[in-house]
Nanobody, 115 residues
Framework: QVQLVESGGGLVQPGGALRLSCAAS????????MGWYRQAPGKQRELVVR???????NYADSVKGRFTISRDNAKNTVYLQMNSLKPEDTAVYYC?????????WGQGTQVTVSS
């Protein structure tokens, strides 16, 4: 079994920055892909960024140049650095991992961008 625990969300003003963390426990050494999704009120969950085991990274167009995904393999942790935040980035952010065709989700962390 795999458990994902997110942290780092909160309230930030437009133009500000936040760093999300996703700590994974369990059997994740053979992941296929990991990344972040988000879901705003009244909208469908959407991909923010994904990194594959081969190192390929895909960002949503709306966050390119502002968000950066990184990994710390020793800590089984993936990070999302979010800069130049906009009100439209407000959402619940979910960590996501695919291992052997199984999908695992974190509980979500709220990010609110507002003045």
């Amino acid at each position: 079994q795999v458990q994902l625990v997110e942290s780092g969300g909160g309230l930030v003003q437009p133009g500000g920055a936040l760093r999300l963390s996703c700590a994974a426990s369990g059997r994740i050494f053979s992941f296929s892909a990991m990344g972040w999704y988000r879901q705003a009120p009244g909208k469908q969950r959407e991909l923010v960024v994904r990194i594959t085991s081969g190192g390929t990274i895909n960002y949503a167009d709306s966050v390119k140049g502002r968000f950066t995904i990184s990994r710390d393999n020793a800590k089984n942790t993936v990070y999302l650095q979010m800069n130049s935040l906009k009100p439209e980035d407000t959402a619940v952010y979910y960590c996501h991992v695919i291992i052997a065709t199984m999908n695992y989700w974190g509980q979500g962390t709220q990010v609110t961008v507002s003045s």
